[in-house]
């Protein structure tokens, strides 16, 4: 027999959102999609990868000149990989290399030599224009609906990623490529935020740990599409046509947020939804309140005004408070240095000694490690842990550094290094997205911790620029095979240094106001809950 008991969507959620079948269920209809975002962000692996290359032209032997200038033989122009203006000759086309690609966009529109930093710049817009997506996009998904918005993500990854592989030169590839970036925002942080609204708020860091699964999930597919599909467009074709798919059965598959159809007055289709949750997970259902939802909404609209208010008139005394100052500054330098050292690691794969399909693999499986690790680690604690991690995964770029350029023969050993400091990204940024959620007060902590990720999106910019530098050093005194590993590692050792100065927030209550966190520096030990119901682990 039904509970009549009339009751507040969150307190519907406390009774009926403890994972059960209806959670899981759900977790299983978005493991897909969310792997394919990941194969749409980190597909460059393979459709950017460079291939030998040489001039197709014959150039007739020049013998020396008199005035000394460097001369050219024949031969020459048959290597791979030397640029004709190089030795102030011209070239009409290139011939690649197809022995591990049948082709990619490098040789599909001949971006070597003189055109060798497009790939680079693509990559550069790639990340930046998830900067304001992702301010956009967050109020597009709270104004249209979870479900709304993810289905429109699923139609927009899917065209575009179909437009992408039938681009007709550079420029229309880097049109497509920079707009894929919108709807892998959009369907992840939908299918994160439908997730955790449908759990109650002490679990939800446990269903969507088992979320950031997929991320790691589409790493490890994209190696075997990738060594199956040799052809840049059918692979871009392969991974974007499912989209379609999951569009039409996740209309079925997915029901919209409770919590967002509650919030939008909807209590009639908000308590179905409940009720089929309950029915589910085989638990009584309940009967929420549509006549308290209404002084609640006008209650929640005072207090947003309240709280835009008093964040306005309150941005002077942040400025003044050097402890708030100096949490930010160190909070955002992590997010620069990890969102830098994760994006150059991952786009960089294919520079990486060793067969590039099995060097994605294995980054992939180290995901799983990552996420594993903080899983288990978090419970006890924030501080240490990152500090461990950033230290210990800098200290193993450095150690990639010096193995390229002292002993690149050992290719395993340059592997290994170089994954310790990805295991290390991964699970870092998992910890720092909830410590810095944890270190500001409630009235200023979304703020604070958007100026922080702004400026981890800046370093994923700068990431490719990074990767690149070694390609335009000619100064052969200057090791630039230690450059790309070397950067990442030292910003990840100064970001775990400057972590030491942060205050331990597990098992704390949470700061409330300004007024709090300047003047009480020792917190309470219980815990509120809101960290929890806070969280929501994302992928880089």
């Not at 499986?365 to 210990?392: D, H, N, Q």
């Amino acid at each position: 027999m039904a509970n009549t008991e009339r009751r507040t969507i969150n307190e519907a959620l406390l009774a009926v959102g403890e994972p059960g079948k209806y959670q899981l269920l759900l977790l299983l209809f978005i493991f897909v999609p969310g792997a394919l975002t990941a194969m749409q962000t980190l597909v460059v692996v393979f459709s950017q990868a460079g291939m030998g290359y040489r001039c197709q032209d014959e150039f007739p032997a020049l013998n020396s000149t008199t005035d000394g200038n460097t001369t050219l033989n024949s031969s020459m122009m048959l290597e791979y990989n030397k640029c004709p203006e190089d030795v102030g000759l011209q070239c009409s086309g290139f011939t690649y290399n197809s022995t591990v690609f049948t082709s990619t966009i490098i040789s599909e529109f001949d971006l070597v030599c003189g055109r060798s930093w497009i790939p680079t710049y693509i990559n550069v817009f790639y990340m930046l224009i998830r900067l304001p997506a992702g301010l956009v996009l967050g109020q597009f998904i709270d104004r249209l609906g979870r479900k709304k918005a993810v289905l429109i993500g699923l139609f927009l990854q899917g065209a575009i990623g179909v437009a992408s592989a039938y681009s007709v030169n550079v420029e229309m590839y880097t049109v497509f490529r920079t707009l894929s970036a919108i709807p892998v925002i959009a369907i992840w942080d939908s299918l994160a935020t439908l997730l955790s609204e449908v759990t109650t708020p002490h679990k939800r860091p446990h269903i969507l740990m088992g979320m950031i699964f997929a991320w790691g999930t589409g790493i490890v597919a994209l190696s075997p599409f990738g060594y199956l599909i040799r052809d840049w467009r059918t692979l871009q074709m392969a991974i974007s046509v499912p989209s379609f798919i999951f569009l039409i059965a996740g209309y079925w598959m997915y029901d919209e947020s409770p919590h967002w159809l509650y919030s939008q007055g909807k209590y009639k289709e908000a308590q179905l939804v409940v009720d089929k949750i309950a029915r589910w997970n085989r638990i009584p259902s309940f009967q929420m309140s549509s006549a308290d939802p209404a002084a609640d909404g006008d209650k929640s609209e005072e207090i947003q005004d309240s709280g835009e208010s008093s964040l306005k008139n309150s941005c002077g005394r942040i400025i003044k408070s050097k402890t708030l100052m100096a949490i930010l500054a160190v909070c955002a330098f992590s997010w620069l240095a990890t969102n830098m050292g994760y994006t150059g690691l991952a786009f960089g794969l294919g520079s990486l000694a060793g067969d590039v399909y099995l060097n994605n693999l294995i980054s992939g499986v180290t995901e799983f490690f990552a996420y594993c690790i903080c899983f288990l680690v978090i419970p006890g604690g924030r501080k240490l842990i990152f500090v461990i991690l950033m230290i210990v995964g800098g200290l193993g770029l450095v150690s990639s550094a010096v193995v390229l350029d002292f002993a690149n023969h050992l290719t395993w050993l340059v592997i290994l290094t170089t994954m310790i400091g990805r295991l290390s990204l991964a699970a870092g940024w998992q910890i720092q997205y909830l410590w810095c959620l944890e270190l500001f007060p409630t009235t200023i902590r979304l703020t604070m911790v958007q100026i922080s990720m702004m400026t981890g999106h800046i370093g994923s910019a700068v990431a490719p620029i990074i990767n690149d530098l070694p390609k335009h050093i000619t100064n052969p005194t200057i090791r630039k095979n230690m450059i790309s590993p070397s950067v990442y590692g030292v910003l990840l050792i100064v970001s775990g240094l400057l972590a030491i100065y942060l205050p331990e927030t597990n098992n704390k209550a949470l700061p409330v106001s300004l007024d709090s966190e300047m003047t009480d520096t020792k917190r309470g030990t219980q815990d509120t809950g809101e960290s929890a119901e806070k969280l929501s682990f994302s992928a880089m």
